[in-house]
């Protein structure tokens, strides 16, 4: 399973899972069972609110999942009709929550779970 992950800072598996996905400086594109990381740098972190265009973020790469801590409607309904998931962080590190995944021990985000002024209620 390739499992997306947006970062501030690339420490690898001990990343920290950033706070929002349109802003996040980096995802880490993490392959569960080749146990690969690759890192795509957010060349549009600073655009407008409802212009997300989410694969462009993730540099293209497909996955499965995608975990974050927030995370606008638009973006979870565009990525949601490409088959991927969207979760909710149940840890601060990337590798804990990797193994949250792999538990089926992640929230699974909605359109209606969605960050505060992208319609929702999450507070950051």
């Given at each position: ?17 950033y706070d929002h996905f ?10 569960t069972e080749e146990k ?31 975990v974050v801590g927030g ?54």
């Amino acid at each position: 399973m390739k499992v997306g992950f947006a970062v501030q800072i690339d420490e690898g598996l001990e990343s920290t899972v950033y706070d929002h996905f349109g802003s996040a400086p980096a995802f880490l594109i993490v392959d569960t069972e080749e146990k690969q990381v690759v890192k795509v740098d957010n060349a549009n972190a600073h655009e407008a609110h409802g212009s997300c265009n989410p694969m462009g973020k993730l540099g293209g790469n497909h996955i499965d999942a995608l975990v974050v801590g927030g995370i606008g409607a638009g973006a979870i309904m565009k990525l949601n009709a490409m088959g991927i998931k969207i979760y909710s962080a149940g840890a601060v590190k990337v590798c804990e929550n990797i193994d949250l995944i792999k538990e089926n021990k992640l929230l699974e985000i909605t359109p209606n779970d969605s960050c505060s002024g992208h319609q929702g209620q999450c507070g950051h």
